[in-house]
């Protein structure tokens, strides 16, 4: 709350690249990470969980999350959460259906050590945005998930398969919407729906900021902002 009080009446250094600005990021860095932009989402809007992400999770995009998750950043949660709300009020997507936002939670143990939940920030900021309701504590993380880089598909899939149990605050008059910041193999996310489903409620699918997809680097509008981004490395840091 501070933060934003005294960023509001003082300029306050952008997270992302230092340069002292009123918003949260500063004018060039906002400028940079819209290059990012999913400009197809219809590509992934589809299958029983369906997907709609903001942007690609390349370059500076992967940067700025890098940094609200690794840097304590978490005023970049809520940011993404209204960049992620405008598209989703601009593509118009399900727009007559009763929502309701449900976070993908972190397990407690990652929550106190990192403080926040990223997901439940942007989650909050695209709820404030477009005054849909959120239940914050719908879903409840209950293995962690720390050993999962290492693991197989097939071993992620099992590990994962008890990895979320119901929280509270869910409406089941209303379709579900899980909340992430990054979506990669959809694991978690199918995870977290199939619990949902097997309780009885609706769940429409998920919103992401960023997408890690192996056909991104396919899609001629990533290659079309790529080269106009050339200032840029084309390696991942
Ligand atoms: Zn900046």
């Known amino acids: 709350m501070w933060r934003s009080l005294s960023r509001f009446l003082f300029q306050q250094p952008c997270p992302c690249c230092g340069r002292l600005s009123s918003q949260v990021l500063c004018q060039g860095c906002q400028q940079r990470l819209r290059a990012w932009e999913v400009r197809q989402r219809q590509r992934y809007w589809r299958g029983s969980l369906p997907l709609f992400p903001w942007g690609y999770y390349q370059q500076d995009l992967k940067r700025a999350i890098a940094t609200m998750?690794?840097?304590?950043?978490?005023?970049?949660?809520?940011?993404?959460?209204?960049?992620?709300?405008?598209?989703?009020?601009?593509?118009?997507?399900?727009?007559?259906?009763?929502?309701?936002?449900?976070?993908?939670?972190?397990?407690?143990?990652?929550?106190?050590?990192?403080?926040?939940?990223?997901?439940?920030?942007i989650a909050k900021g695209f709820c404030r945005t477009l005054e849909l309701p959120l239940a914050a504590a719908g879903l409840i993380r209950q293995r962690p998930t720390e050993a999962l880089f290492q693991l197989s598909l097939k071993e992620r899939q099992a590990n994962l398969a008890n990895a979320f149990c119901l929280g509270h605050g869910l409406e089941r008059q209303r379709w579900l919407l899980l909340?992430?910041?990054?979506?990669?193999?959809?694991?978690?996310?199918?995870?977290?729906?199939?619990?949902?489903r097997n309780a009885g409620y609706k769940v429409l699918g998920i919103i992401t900021v960023a997408v890690a997809l192996p056909d991104q680097l396919a899609d001629p509008t990533v290659k079309a902002t790529s080269s106009k981004a050339s200032v840029h490395s084309t390696t991942a840091p």
């Open 69 to 121: 998750k690794y840097n304590n950043q978490p005023e970049l949660g809520d940011f993404f959460g209204q960049w992620l709300a405008l598209s989703w009020f601009e593509a118009k997507v399900a727009e007559h259906l009763p929502l309701q936002i449900v976070p993908i939670p972190l397990h407690r143990d990652k929550l106190k050590s990192r403080g926040f939940n990223q997901a439940a920030l």
């Open 179 to 196: 909340c992430d910041d990054i979506y990669t193999t959809g694991t978690t996310a199918r995870s977290a729906a199939t619990v949902l």
